[in-house]
């Protein structure tokens, strides 16, 4: 019995091995990455952003406030430009290029963030 109980542990943990390592290198290594945003009175939040290069990025934004002009989200060198109604999650999809800085906002520049492209 103590056998098959040692036996039974190295098979489970040998799987467990096996999972983890798919889960780490598996769909979220190429899948898209997502990044949960909020438009609240005091902006984007987060504001700024890590993103890899080559690889989709879904930001999921959700307008909480009616109280800035941050109605839209423009990113325009990745020619995005979407609307956001307030209380419910828009979901934006694009797939950054190249290293570097992009920049997104309001239509009117005035409530912006950045999102670094590693």
Same mark, same amino acid.
């Given at each position: 019995?103590?056998?098959? &109980?040692?036996?039974?542990?190295?098979?489970?943990?040998?799987?467990?091995?096996?999972?983890?390592?798919?889960?780490?290198?598996?769909?979220?290594?190429?899948?898209?990455?997502? $990044?949960? $945003?909020?438009?609240?009175?005091?902006?984007?939040?987060?504001?700024?952003?890590? $993103?890899?290069?080559?690889?989709?990025?879904?930001?999921?934004?959700?307008?909480?406030?009616?109280?800035?002009?941050?109605?839209?989200?423009?990113?325009?060198?990745?020619? $995005?430009?979407?609307?956001?109604?307030?209380?419910?999650?828009?979901?934006?999809?694009?797939?950054?290029?190249?290293?570097?800085?992009?920049?997104?906002?309001?239509?009117?520049?005035?409530?912006? &963030?950045?999102?670094?492209?590693?």
């Amino acid at each position: 019995m103590k056998r098959n &109980g040692i036996v039974l542990s190295w098979i489970l943990a040998a799987a467990g091995a096996a999972l983890l390592a798919w889960g780490c290198a598996g769909p979220s290594a190429s899948g898209p990455q997502a $990044v949960k $945003v909020a438009v609240t009175d005091r902006g984007f939040e987060p504001r700024d952003i890590n $993103v890899q290069e080559g690889r989709p990025v879904t930001l999921l934004v959700t307008r909480k406030t009616d109280a800035t002009c941050a109605k839209e989200l423009v990113i325009a060198d990745a020619g $995005v430009r979407q609307e956001l109604p307030l209380g419910r999650e828009v979901a934006i999809t694009f797939t950054p290029e190249k290293r570097g800085t992009l920049h997104y906002a309001c239509p009117m520049g005035m409530v912006s &963030g950045t999102l670094h492209v590693q």
